[in-house]
Protein backbone atom coordinates (compact mmCIF):
# COMPACT_ATOMS: atom_id res chain seq x y z
CA UNK A 1 0.00 0.00 0.00
CA UNK A 2 1.74 3.51 -1.70
CA UNK A 3 1.22 6.22 1.42
CA UNK A 4 3.04 8.80 0.22
CA UNK A 5 6.79 10.54 0.00
CA UNK A 6 8.45 6.92 -0.82
CA UNK A 7 6.73 5.15 1.88
CA UNK A 8 4.89 1.99 1.57
CA UNK A 9 3.56 -0.58 3.16
CA UNK A 10 3.98 -4.73 2.06
CA UNK A 11 7.00 -4.07 0.34
CA UNK A 12 9.36 -5.35 1.92
CA UNK A 13 11.05 -2.84 3.72
CA UNK A 14 10.75 -1.33 6.84
CA UNK A 15 8.08 1.10 8.06
CA UNK A 16 7.87 2.88 11.62
CA UNK A 17 4.64 4.41 12.52
CA UNK A 18 5.73 6.48 15.52
CA UNK A 19 5.48 9.56 17.49
CA UNK A 20 3.29 11.00 20.44
CA UNK A 21 0.36 9.32 21.90
CA UNK A 22 -1.33 12.85 21.99
CA UNK A 23 -0.03 16.21 20.73
CA UNK A 24 0.75 18.33 23.90
CA UNK A 25 2.19 21.25 22.16
CA UNK A 26 3.35 22.57 19.42
CA UNK A 27 6.94 22.52 20.02
CA UNK A 28 6.87 19.09 21.76
CA UNK A 29 5.34 17.58 18.33
CA UNK A 30 8.22 19.39 16.03
CA UNK A 31 11.12 18.02 18.14
CA UNK A 32 9.71 14.88 18.29
CA UNK A 33 8.98 14.89 14.48
CA UNK A 34 12.87 16.10 14.00
CA UNK A 35 14.12 13.60 15.94
CA UNK A 36 12.38 10.39 14.33
CA UNK A 37 13.15 11.60 10.98
CA UNK A 38 16.61 11.85 12.03
CA UNK A 39 16.53 8.55 13.18
CA UNK A 40 14.51 6.76 10.32
CA UNK A 41 17.21 8.22 8.01
CA UNK A 42 19.99 6.74 10.11
CA UNK A 43 18.46 3.47 10.00
CA UNK A 44 17.71 3.51 6.47
CA UNK A 45 14.35 2.97 7.12
CA UNK A 46 10.65 4.78 6.43
CA UNK A 47 8.93 7.08 8.79
CA UNK A 48 4.96 8.27 9.09
CA UNK A 49 4.43 10.50 11.85
CA UNK A 50 1.72 10.01 14.06
CA UNK A 51 -0.03 11.87 16.56
CA UNK A 52 -3.72 12.32 17.62
CA UNK A 53 -5.34 15.88 17.86
CA UNK A 54 -8.00 14.18 20.41
CA UNK A 55 -8.01 10.69 22.38
CA UNK A 56 -11.47 10.31 22.96
CA UNK A 57 -11.29 7.12 24.49
CA UNK A 58 -9.35 7.89 27.53
CA UNK A 59 -10.44 5.99 31.04
CA UNK A 60 -10.55 9.00 32.95
CA UNK A 61 -12.69 11.82 31.94
CA UNK A 62 -10.15 13.89 33.33
CA UNK A 63 -7.17 12.89 31.16
CA UNK A 64 -5.78 15.33 28.79
CA UNK A 65 -7.69 14.89 25.17
CA UNK A 66 -5.48 16.89 22.77
CA UNK A 67 -5.89 19.92 21.00
CA UNK A 68 -8.78 19.38 19.31
CA UNK A 69 -9.56 19.06 15.36
CA UNK A 70 -8.41 22.45 14.17
CA UNK A 71 -5.27 23.14 16.31
CA UNK A 72 -4.35 19.29 15.95
CA UNK A 73 -4.25 19.37 11.98
CA UNK A 74 -2.60 22.71 12.10
CA UNK A 75 0.24 20.98 13.65
CA UNK A 76 0.18 17.50 11.78
CA UNK A 77 0.46 19.98 8.66
CA UNK A 78 3.57 21.71 10.01
CA UNK A 79 5.16 18.33 10.58
CA UNK A 80 3.94 17.34 7.04
CA UNK A 81 5.40 20.09 5.36
CA UNK A 82 8.86 21.15 8.02
CA UNK A 83 9.96 17.54 7.66
CA UNK A 84 8.15 16.11 4.53
CA UNK A 85 6.75 12.73 6.16
CA UNK A 86 3.72 11.46 5.88
CA UNK A 87 1.61 11.80 9.03
CA UNK A 88 -1.35 9.53 10.41
CA UNK A 89 -3.90 10.54 12.93
CA UNK A 90 -6.83 8.91 14.68
CA UNK A 91 -10.23 9.45 13.95
CA UNK A 92 -13.69 8.72 16.32
CA UNK A 93 -16.36 10.25 14.32
CA UNK A 94 -17.55 9.97 10.64
CA UNK A 95 -17.57 13.65 9.96
CA UNK A 96 -13.58 13.93 10.63
CA UNK A 97 -12.57 11.87 8.09
CA UNK A 98 -13.03 14.28 5.32
CA UNK A 99 -11.34 17.22 7.12
CA UNK A 100 -8.43 15.03 8.74
CA UNK A 101 -7.95 13.31 5.08
CA UNK A 102 -7.22 17.05 3.40
CA UNK A 103 -4.23 17.57 5.84
CA UNK A 104 -3.02 13.79 6.77
CA UNK A 105 -1.46 10.86 4.54
CA UNK A 106 -3.05 7.81 6.70
CA UNK A 107 -6.67 7.73 8.44
CA UNK A 108 -5.89 5.69 11.66
CA UNK A 109 -9.04 3.73 13.50
CA UNK A 110 -8.96 2.63 16.92
CA UNK A 111 -9.22 -0.52 17.55
CA UNK A 112 -12.19 0.09 19.62
CA UNK A 113 -14.09 1.66 17.00
CA UNK A 114 -12.84 -0.89 14.20
CA UNK A 115 -16.06 -2.49 13.45
CA UNK A 116 -17.99 0.63 13.48
CA UNK A 117 -19.48 0.93 9.90
CA UNK A 118 -20.37 4.73 9.31
CA UNK A 119 -16.70 5.53 10.70
CA UNK A 120 -14.45 2.75 8.61
CA UNK A 121 -16.78 3.75 5.11
CA UNK A 122 -16.72 7.45 5.84
CA UNK A 123 -12.52 6.96 6.18
CA UNK A 124 -12.87 4.75 2.91
CA UNK A 125 -14.67 7.34 0.89
CA UNK A 126 -11.71 9.91 1.72
CA UNK A 127 -9.63 7.57 -0.78
CA UNK A 128 -6.81 7.93 1.91
CA UNK A 129 -4.90 5.15 3.56
CA UNK A 130 -6.79 3.95 6.20
CA UNK A 131 -4.95 1.90 9.04
CA UNK A 132 -7.09 -0.15 10.82
CA UNK A 133 -6.04 -1.62 14.70
CA UNK A 134 -7.79 -4.76 15.24
CA UNK A 135 -9.95 -4.69 18.42
CA UNK A 136 -8.81 -6.87 21.08
CA UNK A 137 -11.95 -8.01 21.31
CA UNK A 138 -11.56 -9.49 17.60
CA UNK A 139 -10.28 -12.17 16.06
CA UNK A 140 -7.71 -11.67 13.18
CA UNK A 141 -10.35 -13.14 10.50
CA UNK A 142 -13.17 -10.80 11.75
CA UNK A 143 -10.94 -8.33 9.65
CA UNK A 144 -12.41 -9.59 6.62
CA UNK A 145 -16.02 -7.75 7.37
CA UNK A 146 -13.53 -4.77 8.03
CA UNK A 147 -11.54 -4.90 4.61
CA UNK A 148 -15.18 -5.30 2.50
CA UNK A 149 -16.50 -2.16 4.62
CA UNK A 150 -13.56 -0.02 3.09
CA UNK A 151 -13.39 -1.88 -0.36
CA UNK A 152 -16.92 -1.02 -1.04
CA UNK A 153 -16.24 2.82 -1.23
CA UNK A 154 -13.78 1.58 -3.72
CA UNK A 155 -10.57 2.12 -1.59
CA UNK A 156 -8.21 -0.49 -1.50
CA UNK A 157 -5.56 1.90 0.60
CA UNK A 158 -5.97 -0.69 3.54
CA UNK A 159 -3.50 -1.46 6.28
CA UNK A 160 -4.89 -3.59 9.15
CA UNK A 161 -2.41 -3.43 12.69
CA UNK A 162 -2.42 -5.98 14.96
CA UNK A 163 -3.54 -4.91 18.69
CA UNK A 164 -3.04 -8.34 20.44
CA UNK A 165 -6.29 -10.17 22.38
CA UNK A 166 -7.42 -9.91 25.48
CA UNK A 167 -6.85 -13.38 28.00
CA UNK A 168 -8.96 -12.53 30.80
CA UNK A 169 -9.06 -8.77 32.40
CA UNK A 170 -5.58 -6.81 32.02
CA UNK A 171 -3.91 -9.25 30.32
CA UNK A 172 -3.35 -8.34 26.61
CA UNK A 173 -1.33 -10.73 24.37
CA UNK A 174 0.21 -9.94 21.52
CA UNK A 175 -0.59 -13.20 19.06
CA UNK A 176 1.93 -13.23 16.33
CA UNK A 177 -0.24 -15.72 14.52
CA UNK A 178 -3.12 -12.92 13.56
CA UNK A 179 -0.47 -10.73 11.75
CA UNK A 180 -0.16 -14.10 9.00
CA UNK A 181 -3.70 -14.71 9.24
CA UNK A 182 -4.16 -10.83 8.15
CA UNK A 183 -2.19 -10.79 5.66
CA UNK A 184 -3.59 -13.96 4.24
CA UNK A 185 -6.88 -11.32 4.02
CA UNK A 186 -5.20 -9.20 1.17
Not at 53 to 69: C, H, M
Amino acid sequence: VLVDKGVSFGDGGLTFIAGPCVIESREMALDLAKRLTALAKKLKAKLIFKASFDKANRTSVDSFRGPGLEKGLEVLAEVRSTFDVPVLTDIHEPWQAKPVAEVCDVLQIPAFLAQQTDLVVAAGETGAVVNVKKGQFMAPEDMAQVIRKIESTGNRRIVLCERGASFGYHILVADMRSLLIMRELG
